[in-house]
């Protein structure tokens, strides 16, 4: 996985390809009658079996979120799957549920811990779910943390840019409102403080797109060398 996102690949190709047991090159052929459904299957894998999702709760999701029906046994065969695909996925949830049940929190890799005394419930759903919250923060919390910092270097840089307004961070994005003879300068300095990378031991390259337009519903995606 880490392989394929820096060298700039399609992750999703890949669990398909995983999953399906066919070639990359299969799971990329978007003129292939299965493409969408498999493609659809193995992205709703990536958000939600890494973090511990069962069988019952992938049906579920896919049923919910693509408008899939997937039978229980298919789902538990595209789990094993992915498992047997993506070998120390399991060593690592595994790591992380044991470590987690011994110290009751769970931890970003900068050290953000969120506690969860809930591990170590005698109630089977409750422990399962503060499970996948173990399994979950790393990742997700992780990005957060990274995004942070993002916004760590643009508050900094804002004084020398009064024109640059911050208005709203949704998840992962971040919205400002700037004159349009500034869209080139703002495009510039904003990629550059969410691109760098957050920590040394971070390999994985982050990419920000960005998209510009006078309303929020109008935004289309633009290239820094498509600014004027």
């Keep these: 996985m880490l392989e394929t996102y820096q060298n700039d690949g399609d992750i999703h190709a890949l669990t398909t390809a995983v999953?399906?047991?066919i070639s990359l090159e299969e799971a990329m052929?978007?003129?292939?009658?299965l493409y969408k459904e498999r493609r659809s299957i193995a992205k709703n894998c990536n958000f939600g079996v890494f973090f511990g999702l069962f069988p019952r709760g992938l049906q579920k999701t896919l049923r919910f979120k693509a408008g899939l029906k997937v039978e229980l046994d298919e789902c538990e065969k595209i789990i094993n799957n992915i498992k047997m695909g993506y070998p120390r996925l399991s060593r690592w949830q595994d790591e992380v549920k044991k470590r987690a049940g011994f110290r009751a929190y769970t931890e970003t890799w900068l050290g953000r811990r969120r506690a969860i005394p809930e591990i170590r419930s005698a109630t089977w759903n409750v422990k399962a779910f503060a499970e996948r919250v173990a399994m979950n923060t790393p990742i997700q919390g992780t990005a957060a943390d990274i995004l942070k910092l993002a916004l760590g270097r643009i508050i900094n840089g804002l004084p020398e840019r009064p024109w640059l307004k911050p208005l709203l961070q949704i998840h992962d994005e971040l919205?400002?409102?700037i004159p349009e003879n500034k869209v080139q300068n703002a495009l510039i300095f904003v990629k550059n403080c969410m691109e760098t990378q957050p920590f040394e031991a971070f390999s994985v390259p982050i990419i920000?797109?960005?998209e510009v337009g006078r309303r929020f519903g109008e935004l289309k995606g633009v290239r820094a060398e498509n600014v004027e």
């Design 29 to 33: 052929e978007e003129s292939h009658p």
């Design 175 to 177: 919205v400002f409102e």
């Design 19 to 21: 999953i399906y047991k």
């Design 208 to 210: 920000a797109q960005a």
